[in-house]
């Protein structure tokens, strides 16, 4: 991916169109087996995110503290409502 010096002025939401750009160009110019290698590896990609599989013990504790977060969050939201 070219970056130029132009694109590191621009930040937050206003780089994401320049990084589509960019990477629009680079697909376009791969072949039929490359493109579908890409392919492949970001269907095992999403496939793997979405199974919830973790790597490392560190994951693994940083997923159960979000998802023990979550059902904190939600059961103090269901007392504070049933308490007015």
Known sequence: MLITSTDFAVT????LPILVQNLREEYSVLTAEEKAV???EFT???EAKTSGICVSTRSKINDI???L???QNEVCLYFTMNAI
């Open 12 to 15: 937050g939401k206003a780089v």
């Open 65 to 67: 503290t979000q998802t």
């Open 44 to 46: 095992q990609h999403r």
């Open 38 to 40: 890409l392919i492949d």
């Open 69 to 71: 977060n979550k059902v």
